[in-house]
């Protein structure tokens, strides 16, 4: 069954430049406030766990038929207005031949950490010849979704730098922030190499059809603004500027990024997502004028009964009422936990909340 074969959220449009969620992302007038989860491919839903069964994360995200499927299950199954490509941010340095590996329950393990000079070589440029299978995923899938947007992404320079010094998840971002104070230009030149692959990985999933664009910067609200400014800015701003001529939306996103916004917005990005601690008034405040908000349901009010979860998500339209864009999601991914009604029925309670 494709994607179309059941009612989704753009029901009433015919095509991807006149669905809900690229009108909002170009705060265009919306016939609903459109919705989609950050993770809402992957382990909350059993015919995920079902096709991965056996299947290295990694090994899955090179396979284009896995790709199509995994991506349109949360389309078909939650009725969003958005599907989002199954695959990772550190999909592109395994493509260069950086050795890591996806640990389950832990996350990107890198097995020799980039830390010298000499270790930058090993960060050659991408080329579309190295993520064939992600090329023909995206096409396969715009074919598939009809008139549901599909949406690209990336790792942003700082989040990619981070577990490639750290070599995995890291709490305090230690050897990433001795390199960063103790040597700048070895820093700049590694999140220098990291913005030309990512907007390189940007442009070829744009080229094969993607109709948007996400640049996740998770750990970058670890960074006081003045470091941000000085030392992550030039190299997102490098990616949003290298992919603008394409004219899909730009999405930047991260996590604790409260005193960031203003800064995430000067880089360049279209529309900016925020994370639950910042109401989407305050976070418009700080935005500045110009661009569409994404966000923020606590991912975990998801636990609590409907009825709570309706209120907190009426919160958050209320705090988006006046905003000339606003793209419903959670302020972090979907946790492998939660029940998948919660999130169906969410979509549903979105959708009719603001239908106008
Ligand atoms: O959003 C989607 O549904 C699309 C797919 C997607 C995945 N990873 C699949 C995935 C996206 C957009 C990502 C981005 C990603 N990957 C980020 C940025 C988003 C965020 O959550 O902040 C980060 C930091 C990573 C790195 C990464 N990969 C982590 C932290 C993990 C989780 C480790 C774990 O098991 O807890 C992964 C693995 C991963 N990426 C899974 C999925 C579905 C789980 C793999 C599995 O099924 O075992």
Not at 115 to 124: K, V
Not at 134 to 142: D, I, K, P, R, Y
Request: aromatic letters at 6%; a negative charge; charged letters at 20%.
């Amino acid at each position: 069954m494709s994607a179309n074969d059941r009612p989704t959220g753009q029901q009433q449009t015919s095509t991807v430049a006149e669905s809900a969620f690229l009108k909002a992302c170009r705060r265009e007038p919306v016939p609903h406030t459109p919705v989609w989860f950050m993770r809402q491919a992957g382990r909350s839903l059993p015919e995920y766990l079902k096709v991965r069964e056996g299947i290295p994360m990694l090994d899955s995200c090179m396979r284009p038929d896995l790709v199509t499927e995994i991506t349109l299950q949360p389309v078909r199954r939650h009725r969003v207005d958005a599907a989002i490509l199954f695959s990772d941010i550190v999909v592109p340095l395994r493509a260069i031949g950086i050795d890591l590996d996806i640990k389950p329950g832990v996350g990107p393990v890198i097995a020799e950490p980039i830390r010298t000079r000499a270790d930058l070589q090993r960060l050659r440029p991408l080329e579309p010849d190295d993520v064939r299978y992600v090329t023909e995923s995206v096409g396969a899938l715009v074919g598939e979704l009809g008139a549901t947007p599909l949406i690209g992404f990336a790792g942003a320079p700082f989040t990619l730098a981070s577990y490639l010094v750290e070599g995995g998840p890291s709490r305090n971002h230690e050897h990433t922030k001795a390199m960063m104070y103790g040597d700048p230009q070895l820093w700049a030149d590694l999140v220098d190499r990291l913005a030309d692959i990512t907007a390189a990985f940007l442009t070829l999933q744009i080229e094969a059809g993607a109709s948007a664009v996400q640049l996740f910067d998770s750990w970058v609200g670890a960074l006081a603004p003045a470091d941000y400014r000085r030392s992550v800015m030039p190299a997102s701003a490098k990616v949003f500027d290298a992919i603008a001529g394409h004219g899909v939306p730009r999405i930047h996103f991260g996590v604790g990024t409260g005193e960031l916004l203003g800064l995430m917005g000067e880089a360049g990005a279209d529309v900016v997502g925020v994370d639950w601690r910042v109401p989407l008034d305050e976070a418009a405040r700080r935005v500045g004028p110009g661009k569409a908000l994404q966000g923020n349901l606590d991912p975990a009010v998801l636990f609590a009964p409907r009825e709570a979860v309706e209120a907190k998500a009426r919160e958050v339209l209320t705090a988006a009422r006046d905003l000339p864009g606003h793209v419903f999601n959670l302020g972090h991914g979907v946790l492998p936990s939660i029940d998948p009604d919660a999130l169906t029925r969410l979509v549903e309670f979105v959708h009719t909340s603001t239908q106008r």
